[in-house]
């Protein structure tokens, strides 16, 4: 069963991110609801293509309708990003290490970068309660389970508080902020091999 399930997780995995269109509508949508019709002006591809590659998306269970709006006799749907389409949830963790390895470089080489702009843009400090953290911990195996356990729960929060913005902001009574949030906490590298790295290099 655990074999089947991880088999669907990885072909659901390399479907969405088979295309960079549908990269880019993931990370587009990243923090907001938007409709084909306003992704196709942002992204600047048809509306077509824009729709067949969200509906690929729908499928895989990584876009989700989020509200519905009659425009022009028309009623035009808008999409936000469902929880285990961020890179790094734990349902992709099932995927092969092969799979999960570009993934991971993936989602580090993103978030440095949205980092990096947002420290360029000063919008890193823009707020008193910005939380920007990090802590070296020495576990044992009972502790590194403890943490998994807070880091999943800190993930489902962090997606409900996501879902009741997203249902709040469905409305267009007032603008998103849009926001980076990382979680984090993998077994670090020993000093020594990172050192034999830094000479071989």
């Known amino acids: ?33 938007a409709s084909p019709s ?4 942002e992204i600047d591809e048809s509306l077509g293509v824009i729709a067949y590659h969200a509906n690929t998306l729908v499928r895989c269970g ?22 285990r389409s961020f890179v790094g949830h734990q349902e992709w963790r099932q995927a092969p290490a092969s799979v999960r390895a570009g993934m991971t470089g993936a989602a580090a080489r993103t978030f440095l970068e949205a980092a990096a702009r947002a420290l360029a843009a000063g919008t890193i400090d ?5 939380t920007l953290s990090w802590m070296p911990l020495t576990l044992d195996e009972e502790g590194w389970r403890e943490i998994t356990v ?16 997203a249902r709040r902001l469905a409305d267009g009574s007032s603008a998103g902020v849009s926001v ?20 071989a290099g």
């Open 180 to 199: 980076i949030v990382g979680l984090a906490a993998f077994e670090a590298a020993r000093r020594r091999a990172r050192e034999e790295e830094n000479r």
């Open 62 to 83: 990584c876009l989700e309708l989020v509200a519905t709006q009659p425009r022009q006799g028309n009623v035009e749907h808008f999409f936000g990003i469902t929880p």
């Open 1 to 33: 069963m655990a074999e089947k399930k991880a088999e669907r997780v990885d072909q659901e995995l390399v479907r969405a991110l088979s295309h960079p269109i549908r990269v880019e509508i993931l990370e587009t949508l990243r923090g907001r609801v």
């Open 126 to 130: 823009g707020r008193e309660d910005t």
């Open 150 to 165: 807070i880091m999943d729960r800190a993930s489902e929060l962090l997606s409900e508080a996501h879902a009741r913005s």
């Open 38 to 41: 306003e992704l196709s002006q």
